[in-house]
């Protein structure tokens, strides 16, 4: 003991922990407006600020071929004028709250959503309202869209990382939805018309499918007063049930036939962006939290065993990461990295190993036990913003899961074995059906990737 | 929001802050260092990076990896990173872990060199190579950004000033960097006088500075150098070529332009801040509404001002909607462009519509950013750093509304002159 009547410190191990506090994941409510529309409200008292997401139909998995892009075709331009404002009126009744109104598309659902003070609330949740129920879609908002997108697509063809997303995408996908990027292509963007993008939006708009997120400083009933004001007489007319199941195309792609080598030849280029990985499973799956299990054990951390090997063990990467990434239908499962060209046909080999052998053999009890406690101990920072509680309610309200799901959550993780693991890479991952997407110098690649599967060669698209 | 802030000083020289914020059972642990890649030689750059990356390589008590390892196996996250002028690192911990972040940040703080080894250096070096060829070569546009450092931050005489390289550091100066130098940076730099030492989240301001002291209280302080000697800002602008064409792997031409300003903290930088928000920030300001919404000659177009403690740069990029028919006509056409917004606000200064815009957008975002609880500890370590007191990060709006008009005007009229602005245009390859 030292003189304070303090143990001396032993700086030899590390120190004991205090008793912990549980954190769960905050109240919230559920009720059905008059409309059909679900609105979602947890107050966070105090925090001066609100954040509304309006969520509605209309992702990126019901684009068809011949019109790819068109789901965020359309939800960019529901902030480009409405009815009332052209556009620029509309941003600037947003911009003098201090504030915007962001149109967002994802795979399952288009959202409008703003972040604002307290007192703008009401005037807030007009602009979302009108941005939902009445855009106008005018012909030259379109056509100035139209050539930002264009650009955009353009811009990528230089970008290595966007051209390696979209060839291991159009590999896995092939014909099916997930094989394009939301943003389509250059014909497919000429193609898109204004008539198709207000049909796509009329069929969208359909309150009984939308859900109206409101998190922050709600105050009693002042929210919900506003909505009743603003967004609900806007959606009334527009009561319908939207199912996107019926809607959308079966997003299944073909069982690989063996593991395949995607190139895309960038001559010159500085490194090699590599994709590697194979459809997954859709959100709803039983195996979901057993696979994030994992995935945190393969890729999912710094301290995995891919970050451990390919770049604190041989240098060759300053990262890599693995994701499933979990959507309505089976989004992909990929392993991320970009590596000196050098030493691309190593660290595909190395990428390779790691997948058999978390298929081969049950994870040590300290390795399972580290990234489970990994996973619960995380899971609190994603609930300290208003932002990070909407997320979290969008995804229940996306995939229609049960309103505990963040209560059983830690328990659904600390219940995961290392046989639980070892049995969920056996059914969903496959180091044979691996499709590998290397973007860099062909020359330099293709005597490295040499017996890793069948080759092919692209030009950047 | 709840809150409750101190500072303290220990008697070897180093900082605590320490702010309570109950909300989650999260405690943030936040270390700046005032070292930097300012602080660099000229050939040695890149050092304070590369040192950055072996601060988690191990210390006398904490195995290679064992930093992430131990915080990750209790579900913390950790990293660090480093800027021109500090480096920081920092971990949120569930709160009863607080312990295990003084622990380990002491013991790199005390106790590193008896850990380093040369193979620990020879992997770190590979992946900040690899750094580099991510985030710079292997980028469109990556290198632009480098040379348009190098254009503003030159001198007459040959002489670079500080902000003049990358803070990663040229790729032959890591190629050279020894391990022996790592050790003489860590001497010289990483001691409790040069750095604070922030504590956020649910707390006890008492108990918690009691480890502190416990942890960091017998780590001796020893004399730092003085800062890199600079000219004063006023002096800073391009000498001779001021402006370069550069041909990249990209698809849509491109411009930069950039200035010097005061640095981050002066009445100029706040001036600064504003004008680059009433010049891109959102869909009614004067870039992007006349140039991406009207003209539809950019794609994007962007103003910013860099929180730089010697002197800031002011830089506008704005990237061409198309290439054809000329590419370099194209680039030249916008860059005249937004040169000519620069012009307005010079001669007329921004509207008071402009400007309350701008303060409400800031205020907003400010607000905003104080729910996460790591970057308040972060914003916290950085105004005990530069100015010494935590608390100004609460009195930073009252700075940014205090701003009007003529100030704006004024600060444009002396510092966004064409005779102090260096620029790039990149170019598709021939």
């Known amino acids: ?461 | 929001m709840p809150e409750h802030l101190e500072q303290h000083e220990l008697p070897n020289g180093m900082r605590v802050v320490l702010h309570e914020d109950p909300r989650l059972p999260l405690a943030a642990v936040n270390v700046w260092y005032h070292v930097g890649s300012k602080n660099e030689e000229t050939g040695r750059t890149g050092l304070a990076h590369l040192f950055e990356h072996m601060l988690f390589q191990g210390s006398a008590n904490v195995s290679e990896n064992g930093h992430f390892e131990h915080i990750q196996k209790v579900g913390g996250v950790a990293n660090g990173s480093t800027w021109y002028d500090r480096t920081n690192y920092y971990e949120t911990l569930p709160a009863n872990h607080l312990e295990l972040g003084l622990w380990l940040e002491s013991d790199r703080m005390g106790f590193l060199l008896e850990a380093l080894t040369e193979e620990k250096f020879e992997n770190q070096r590979s992946v900040v190579m690899n750094e580099r060829l991510q985030r710079v070569n292997n980028q469109p546009y990556g290198l632009a950004g480098e040379r348009l450092s190098e254009l503003l931050y030159r001198r007459p005489n040959g002489a670079r000033h500080p902000y003049a390289w990358p803070v990663i550091g040229y790729m032959d100066d890591l190629e050279a960097a020894n391990l022996d130098s790592v050790e003489d940076f860590f001497r010289t730099w990483y001691r409790p006088n040069n750095a604070v030492l922030t504590l956020a989240g649910d707390i006890d301001c008492e108990a918690a500075l009691e480890q502190v002291r416990r942890y960091f209280g017998e780590i001796p302080p020893g004399p730092l150098p003085p800062p890199p000697a600079v000219e004063p800002a006023t002096e800073i602008g391009p000498h001779g070529a001021s402006r370069e064409i550069l041909e990249d792997s990209i698809e849509l031409p491109r411009c930069y332009s950039a200035w010097c300003l005061d640095g981050y903290g002066s009445d100029d930088w706040y001036a600064g801040e504003l004008l680059a928000m009433i010049l891109s920030s959102g869909r009614m300001s004067r870039l992007h509404r006349d140039l991406v919404y009207e003209r539809q000659i950019a794609q994007s177009v962007s103003a910013v001002i860099l929180p730089t403690e010697i002197c800031a740069t002011f830089a506008i990029v704005a990237t061409c909607q198309n290439r054809e028919p000329d590419p370099l006509t194209n680039a030249e056409t916008l860059e005249q462009a937004t040169l000519e917004h620069v012009e307005a606000i010079r001669s007329a200064g921004p509207t008071a519509e402009e400007l309350e815009r701008a303060r409400r957008s800031l205020l907003l975002a400010h607000h905003d950013s104080r729910q996460d609880l790591a970057l308040s500890a972060d914003r916290l370590s950085c105004a005990s750093t530069y100015f010494g007191d935590p608390s100004r990060i609460f009195t930073e709006p009252e700075r940014l509304l205090k701003v009007d008009a003529e100030q704006v005007r004024d600060l444009a009229r002396r510092s966004l002159g064409p005779e102090r602005r260096a620029a790039i245009i990149v170019v598709p390859e021939a």
């Open chain 1, 1 to 461: 003991m030292t003189a304070n009547g303090q143990p001396a410190l032993d700086r030899g191990r590390p120190p004991v922990p205090g008793p912990s506090r549980s954190c769960s994941f905050p109240n919230f409510e559920v009720e059905k407006l008059e409309s059909g529309a679900r609105l979602w409200t947890l107050d966070v008292s105090g925090c001066g600020l609100v954040t509304v997401v309006l969520l509605m139909p209309g992702g990126s998995e019901l684009d068809t071929p011949d019109r790819a892009g068109l789901a965020s075709f359309t939800a960019g331009l529901r902030g480009a004028g409405t009815k009332h404002r052209d556009a620029l009126e509309f941003a600037a009744a947003a911009e003098d709250l201090g504030t915007t109104i962001a149109t967002s598309c994802g795979w399952e659902n288009a959202a409008i959503g703003t972040t604002i003070g307290l007192e703008d609330v009401a005037a807030g949740l007009e602009l979302v309202a009108e941005a939902a129920a009445e855009p106008a879609f005018l012909g030259e908002e379109v056509e100035r869209r139209r050539r930002r997108r264009l650009a955009e697509i353009e811009r990528r063809r230089s970008d290595p990382a966007a051209q390696a997303r979209l060839a291991f995408a159009r590999a896995v996908y092939g014909d099916t939805p997930y094989a394009h990027p939301t943003i389509g292509d250059r014909n497919t963007t000429e193609a898109i018309t204004r008539e198709d993008i207000a049909s796509f939006h009329g069929r969208a708009l359909a309150a009984g499918s939308c859900h109206l997120i409101a998190v922050g400083d709600l105050g009693p009933g002042s929210v919900r007063r506003a909505i009743e004001d603003t967004v609900e007489p806007r959606l009334l007319a527009h009561g319908r049930h939207f199912d996107a199941a019926a809607e959308s195309l079966e997003p299944e792609p073909a069982p690989p036939s063996g593991r395949r080598v995607v190139v895309v030849d960038r001559p010159g280029a500085a490194q090699t962006e590599l994709r590697i990985g194979h459809s997954g499973v859709p959100r709803r799956h039983p195996d979901r939290v057993r696979l994030q299990v994992a995935n945190s054990i393969l890729g999912g951390k710094f301290m995995s065993r891919l970050n451990l090997t390919l770049r604190e063990k041989h240098g060759y990467t300053y990262g890599v990461s693995s994701a499933f990434h979990f959507r309505r239908g089976p989004g992909p499962f990929v392993i991320s990295t970009a590596v000196a060209n050098e030493v691309a046909g190593a660290a595909c080999r190395k990428t390779v190993e790691e997948v058999e052998r978390i298929c081969a053999e049950p994870p040590g009890a300290a390795e399972l036990d580290d990234a489970r406690n990994y996973m619960v101990g995380v899971f609190p920072y994603t609930l300290q913003t208003i932002q990070g509680l909407s997320s979290r309610l969008q995804t229940l309200a996306v995939f229609d899961l049960d309103r505990d799901e963040y209560d059983r959550w830690p328990e659904r993780v600390r219940a995961t074995s290392a046989e639980d693991v070892l049995q969920v890479c056996r059914r969903h991952l496959s180091p044979e059906g691996l499709t590998i997407t290397a973007v860099g110098p062909a020359d330099e690649l293709l005597p490295q990737l040499e017996g890793l599967g069948t080759t092919e060669v692209q030009a950047a698209a």
